[in-house]
């Protein structure tokens, strides 16, 4: 018996000491037998990814940008039946225990090593939040000489949990704990944390959760793939039953309310969220390359983070831009298949097909630049994949189609849809407040607002008669329909046509000739002007280029893209003065703190009076032009201006709009310029583009939530009244005149003919 006593004695006493030994050499990682400990700021201040966040002007949230889909909320922000949900089930003595849960882990030595029942580790809530956050069962620095011998490895893996859990504990208060671990926890469909997790499920905060909401989400931290609730609803409701029941064993629910609630299906409104999903995809995208240089140049990750960035877009009018843009594009795809019914739309000038279009076309793509990086030279086998049918998910406006086609065969159907981009800005802040890059982002990536660039058309013109109005022409000045020809460096000469191929010889103001498109004196604008001149006002107003200074430029033959369309136009409302269309307004951390301000650049690109008459001249089309059509409804005690513009073959379709506080373009067009309508009628700017502008501006003045009204263009008085004052004796700012048919070389002298023809400026024509 002495001896026995005196052995239990030595055990003791060698527990007593050897624990503590042995707990400080893991936590010093003596001879790096164990492998590091997370250093101690670390601990402070422990680091999980956070999504970043992208807001719209008017608070919405936008989308994020994420690797792992987590955004962190506080424990105040947390429902009660979420709390009581997770304690009930993960951890009942989560109150009393100090990280280290003894009777729990004896329970579970015994039951599950003794006895071999499989009832678990005995982790509580702070365990499982180390295991959490520091990832130390993965990282290679935590790993030591002893990591790779079995079940020695796994105690070492436990032990380290322990200490870190006891850290924890000592660090923060238990709501802090428990606010952190359900922050970082995954429940599965790319959601991590509690307010993901919520909104994926249930479009709820956590705040706003029920009790069998709260105990179907804690369910689902047991097996997230096993109880998901869309792939397996028997299960979820199985698991969240289990939950329900812990809560009545552990006093947080009542056994009658649990009688009631286990019954009821949980609903949920499910919507995982990723980058192609929700408003403003395109948008999205293009602020997403972005912030990529922006976090690369400023030491930031935007992925883990949890950056706050707050753009100009607002979200009701960004949803009203993209409900006008499928309410058309609906309508003139239904035209178009129509109109070429089984030929292809890929035509060369001459009417005939383009042969291997489509072969050759498709060589473009990320797919046909993955198979070349896999095969090299082997065309064989690329050829064999474009040509092996496989299941394949088809865009159509009627919803997905599921087809078994060959990657070819799905290149050529997605070739015959029609495309659009749209941007809306206000001109006087530069804020954009819409942008819709295309049709559908899930099939279609590419951006139509910024990243492409097309002919512009005669949506170029307004620029030609803003240089001849700098250079002292009048809206009232009169010009010949006549044919103008140049004279080109090779000897060759150029005669531009209006597009219905005659002249008419008759004398029309500028007004009208800009508002009616006539091509013959747009050209014989920039011969007085000279391309040069030209070049240069269009590089005033914002557009990049190239622009090559040639007479063609004026019928808008250079590319720009609408971002930098929308730039220019806005010039016109805001006196003059050109502003740098700009989507951010700043950048926060994840603390709120601002990382940076962003204001757009601006400089004065035209005088305040050629400003006023040149959206005067656009108000023209609504008498004379392509806002002819404009319903009623929309014209009616309103001020709007706008020019449409249609490129050659009618491959481009483009509509530029003016409403006070709003300046917003459209573009409509094939893939590539060779796809497009054979008739104007069907393939005009103003047939395919304007009826988005005014679909939207339409719903923009229904809408009783938004700042957009009727009235005048430039707030304060009408434009007719700013522009009679111009003409009839403002003084007008120095520029040199050029001589213009049928009008005086003097500029009194017509400001003193428009004075006693008694004109009305708004009759002037």
């Not at 979200?315 to 006008?324: F, M």
């Not at 082997?378 to 189609?401: A, H, M, Q, R, Y």
């Not at 000897?491 to 219905?500: C, E, K, L, R, V």
Request: net charge positive; glycine share 6%; with cysteine.
């Amino acid at each position: 018996m002495e001896k026995i006593i005196r052995t239990i004695w030595k055990l003791f006493v060698a527990v007593v000491i050897g624990i503590p030994i042995y707990l400080f050499s893991v936590q010093v990682d003596f001879y790096n037998l164990y492998g590091s400990m997370p250093p101690k700021d670390l601990l402070d201040n422990p680091q999980s990814e956070l999504a970043s966040e992208l807001y719209a002007a008017d608070g919405i949230l936008l989308g994020k940008y994420f690797r792992n889909n987590r955004s962190s909320v506080t424990y105040e922000e947390i429902s009660p039946n979420m709390i009581h949900s997770l304690i009930a089930s993960e951890d009942y003595r989560f109150e009393q225990h100090a990280g280290i849960d003894l009777r729990g882990l004896s329970r579970a030595f015994f039951l599950s090593v003794v006895l071999q029942q499989n009832k678990g580790g005995g982790s509580t809530l702070t365990q499982q939040l180390a295991k959490n956050l520091f990832n130390i069962r993965k990282e290679v620095n935590y790993r030591g000489k002893c990591s790779n011998i079995p079940l020695l490895s796994t105690l070492i893996l436990k032990t380290k949990e322990w200490i870190l859990a006891v850290q924890l504990e000592r660090a923060y208060t238990k709501q802090e704990i428990i606010a952190m671990y359900l922050n970082t926890v995954t429940f599965g469909s790319n959601t991590y944390g509690i307010k993901v997790a919520a909104r994926t499920f249930f479009n709820k905060t956590p705040a706003e959760l029920r009790i069998e909401e709260a105990a179907l989400l804690v369910g689902l931290l047991r097996a997230p793939s096993r109880y998901n609730p869309r792939k397996h609803p028997k299960r979820a409701n199985q698991i969240r039953n289990v939950v329900l029941s812990q809560m009545v064993k552990y006093d947080f629910l009542k056994q009658s309310e649990y009688d009631l609630i286990c019954e009821i299906p949980t609903e949920l409104q499910y919507q995982e969220e990723n980058y192609e999903n929700g408003i403003a995809p395109y948008f999205r995208a293009v602020v997403r390359d972005f912030l990529l240089k922006w976090t690369q140049e400023n030491g930031y990750d935007l992925f883990s983070d949890g950056l706050r960035i707050y753009t100009t877009i607002d979200s009701r009018v960004q949803a009203h831009a993209e409900a006008a843009v499928k309410e058309q594009m609906r309508l003139l795809q239904n035209k178009f298949d129509a109109h070429w019914k089984d030929q292809n739309p890929w035509v060369h000038e001459n009417g005939k097909d383009i042969v291997g279009y489509i072969e050759n076309a498709i060589k473009k793509t990320p797919l046909y630049q993955k198979l070349l990086k896999k095969y090299g030279t082997d065309t064989e086998s690329i050829d064999k994949v474009l040509n092996t049918s496989v299941p394949t998910t088809l865009f159509s406006w009627e919803g997905p189609i599921q087809k078994t086609i060959t990657p070819l065969e799905a290149f050529k159907h997605h070739r015959r849809i029609l495309q659009a981009g749209c941007m809306a800005m206000d001109p006087y802040t530069g804020h954009i407040k819409a942008w819709v890059g295309g049709i559908d982002y899930t099939y279609f990536k590419y951006d139509h607002v910024k990243q492409s660039k097309r002919q512009t058309g005669s949506t170029f013109k307004p620029i030609v008669y803003t240089a001849a109005l700098a250079s002292g022409y009048l809206p009232t000045d009169l010009v010949t329909d006549e044919p103008v020809t140049f004279v080109q460096p090779n000897g060759a000469t150029w005669t531009p046509q209006n597009a219905w191929k005659t002249y008419s010889g008759k004398q029309y103001t500028l007004r009208y000739a800009m508002a009616q498109s006539y091509n013959s004196i747009t050209s014989h604008l920039i011969k007085k002007l000279t391309p040069e001149r030209v070049v240069d006002y269009a590089k005033r107003m914002g557009l990049k280029g190239p622009l090559d200074p040639v007479p063609a430029i004026c019928l808008g033959c250079s590319d720009a893209s609408i971002y930098e369309m929308v730039g220019a136009y806005s010039a016109f409302l805001n006196k003059g003065i050109w502003t740098e269309p700009s989507f951010i307004t700043h950048i926060e951390d994840k603390h709120g703190n601002i990382l940076q301000t962003f204001t757009p650049e601006h400089h004065e690109a035209i005088h305040e009076d050629t400003a006023d008459l040149m959206t005067y001249m656009l108000q023209g089309s609504l008498d004379e032009g392509a806002l002819n059509g404009v319903s009623i409804a929309l014209r009616a005690d309103n001020e709007i201006a706008g020019k449409s513009g249609t490129t050659s073959n009618h491959s481009d379709g483009w509509f530029i709009g003016l409403i006070q506080n709003l300046c917003t373009a459209v573009w409509v067009g094939g893939e590539d310029r060779c796809i497009h309508f054979r008739d104007f009628s069907l393939g005009a700017g103003s047939v395919t583009a304007r009826p988005i502008w005014e679909k939207f501006i339409t719903r923009l003045y229904n809408d009783p939530h938004l700042v957009y009204k009727k009235g005048p263009l430039i707030a304060g008085r009408t434009l007719s009244e700013k522009v009679k004052n111009i003409i009839q004796g403002k003084p007008q700012h120095p520029q040199s005149i050029h001589t213009t048919s049928g009008a005086s070389t003097d500029v009194e002298n017509k400001k003193k003919t428009a004075i006693e023809l008694k004109l009305n400026i708004t009759d002037i024509l």
